[in-house]
């Protein structure tokens, strides 16, 4: 009998996308152009939002991010040398401030495996925007490590924080992390965030079909009325190493359909603008929002594109600025920090960088996943710039 077993094949490639280098002309000489103030780019988004990628690591093996078979013990992670140190960030961050960022997230891999992470936050809490207020700052975590580190992250001045969890069931979760680890212990981590004071918590799963779906109605059953907000995310088709299939995906409506079955749900509108999720909140029994009971988000990033008002710019743990999510290429910062550039300098090159964005991957993806028009080349991980 021959052997139908599907065998994968795993590429032996350094997962990480290649980089651009920032046209000098746009930085040095008579050329140079000193920006200060918001940014545009060519559809009309402004820069609001920076992610930063503190570390390409990851102490889970999610399917949908870091599969075992791709991140192995063998995988060529970035030396510390590569990595920007939290001056570097810091600074960078700064002059994505002075352009209009509102709002910056600390991602990774894992970003508390990040050693000494709370002199980041602290550095970047004393930020202010271009009106004077205080950044919005905040983490997205798998939460292995939160219960240990909820109250010194508050003390260094982080606002709130995003837990990924993909189910309550204990096997679901431990199948779905694939490192065994207990669910127990991310619910502990929330817990200890919520008395530390980091809020309001968001709580993300990503829901894949067959896999975990099983888990709609009990993570909503168990969220609702506990003042987190619990948001259903559809599986991505970033990077090359998950083995995406357009099967795999639940579509955001047929979620919001399982919740309807045994919950009252009715539209909420936008909290702000480029928000990626779609707002539901639980009803009373006169049809309005229950606000003691919360609400819901589901983010549709197959199904529908948000990219006509995606206003957020990533940067990856060794300074590569990405505009999108499903880029296939970023823009070398590092060696701008590194070099003998000022921060005027600095501030010309982010300005280039988004003032030249067309990025709208989402929109031209096509219904069965499909690569854009001349699109041909292998897309940054996610475990890389963040989600």
């Known amino acids: 009998m021959p052997d139908k077993t599907q065998h994968r094949i795993v590429p032996l490639i350094d997962q990480r996308a290649g980089s651009l280098t920032v046209p000098l002309t746009a930085m040095t000489g008579d050329r140079l152009k000193p920006t200060q103030g918001l940014l545009i780019d060519t559809r009309g988004r402004p820069l609001r939002d920076l992610r930063i990628s503190v570390t390409d690591r990851c102490n889970f093996r999610c399917s949908y991010c870091m599969p075992k078979d791709v991140f192995t013990k063998d995988y060529p992670y970035l030396p510390h040398a590569s990595l920007l140190t939290f001056e570097e960030i810091a600074r960078i961050a700064r002059q994505f401030v002075a352009h209009g960022v509102q709002k910056i997230r600390l991602t990774g891999g894992e970003p508390l495996l990040r050693k000494n992470i709370e002199l980041l936050i602290e550095q970047l809490s004393a930020l202010r925007t271009t009106d004077g207020t205080a950044l919005d700052l905040t983490l997205t975590t798998n939460g ?218 989402s929109e031209l993806r096509g219904f069965e996943g499909a690569a854009p028009p001349g699109d041909g080349k292998r897309r940054v991980e996610m475990s890389y710039i963040g989600g």
């Open 144 to 361: 292995a490590l939160l219960a240990r580190k909820a109250q010194a992250l508050k003390a260094a001045g982080l606002n709130r924080l995003t837990v990924s969890l993909d189910g309550l069931d204990d096997a679901v979760f431990r199948a779905m992390n694939d490192v065994d680890f207990p669910v127990r212990e991310v619910l502990d981590g929330i817990e200890a965030a919520r008395k530390a004071g980091l809020g309001p918590i968001k709580v993300n799963m990503v829901v894949k079909r067959g896999t975990n779906d099983s888990q709609i109605l009990p993570m909503a059953r168990h969220f609702r009325g506990s003042g987190i907000v619990l948001r259903f995310i559809e599986y991505m088709d970033v990077g090359a190493t998950n083995g995406w299939r357009m099967h795999d995906v639940m579509p955001s409506a047929e979620v919001v359909g399982v919740l309807q079955k045994e919950l009252a749900l009715i539209p909420l509108e936008a909290s702000q603008p480029g928000e990626t999720a779609q707002r539901w909140g639980y009803a009373d029994a006169n049809g309005q929002h229950d606000r003691a009971a919360g609400e819901i988000g589901v983010i549709s990033s197959v199904t529908q594109a948000f990219c006509s008002d995606c206003n957020r710019a990533r940067m990856s743990t060794e300074g590569q600025i990405y505009l999108c999510l499903f880029a296939s290429q970023g823009h070398n910062l590092r060696d701008l920090v590194r070099g003998d550039y000022t921060d005027t300098q600095l501030a010309a090159a982010i300005a280039h960088i988004w003032t030249g964005r067309a990025d709208r991957y």
